[in-house]
């Protein structure tokens, strides 16, 4: 009878050693996992930035390309689109919207004249109705 209560403590020792085996079998796939998507990764990151270089010097060389077909016009591309440039930066400048506004339909209005276009009609403003 001695036999069997150190047979069933072997056994369940046996079972506890399996889990523990497989717990560390586990940890020991999941981390050559980690070590094979981490390596993957770095592969990924760098082929996009060779992909991302090869555009960058594609749009230069056209750009550059472009400026050279148009000439002394192409120098004072670059200096208008600096000056666009600037111009976007100051929208956010003390100046209210309306004042904006009222600017650009004078602007408007000027061009429309040397055009020889009538300006816009005034817009009407609905009535309310008397009830």
Same mark, same amino acid.
Request: net charge positive.
């Given at each position: 009878m001695t036999r069997k209560p150190q047979h069933a403590a072997d056994t369940a020792r046996r079972i506890? *050693? $399996?889990g523990i085996g497989a717990y560390g079998r586990a940890f020991t796939?999941?981390?050559e996992q980690v070590a094979r998507l981490t390596g993957e990764?770095?592969?990924v990151f760098d082929d996009l930035v060779a992909k991302g270089e090869e555009i960058e010097r594609k749009v230069d060389e056209g750009r550059?390309?472009?400026a050279k077909r148009m000439g002394p016009a192409g120098a004072s591309f670059e200096e208008r689109?600096?000056?666009m440039r600037e111009r976007i930066g100051h929208l956010g400048?003390?100046?209210s919207v309306e004042k904006r506004l009222a600017a650009i339909e004078a602007r *408007?209005? $000027?061009?429309e004249a040397e055009l020889g276009a009538r %300006? %816009?009609?005034?817009?009407?403003t609905a009535k309310k109705k008397k009830a």
């Open positions: 506890w *050693l $399996a796939e999941a981390q990764s770095a592969r550059r390309k472009m689109i600096r000056k400048d003390d100046d *408007l209005s $000027a061009i %300006p %816009p009609a005034k817009r009407k």
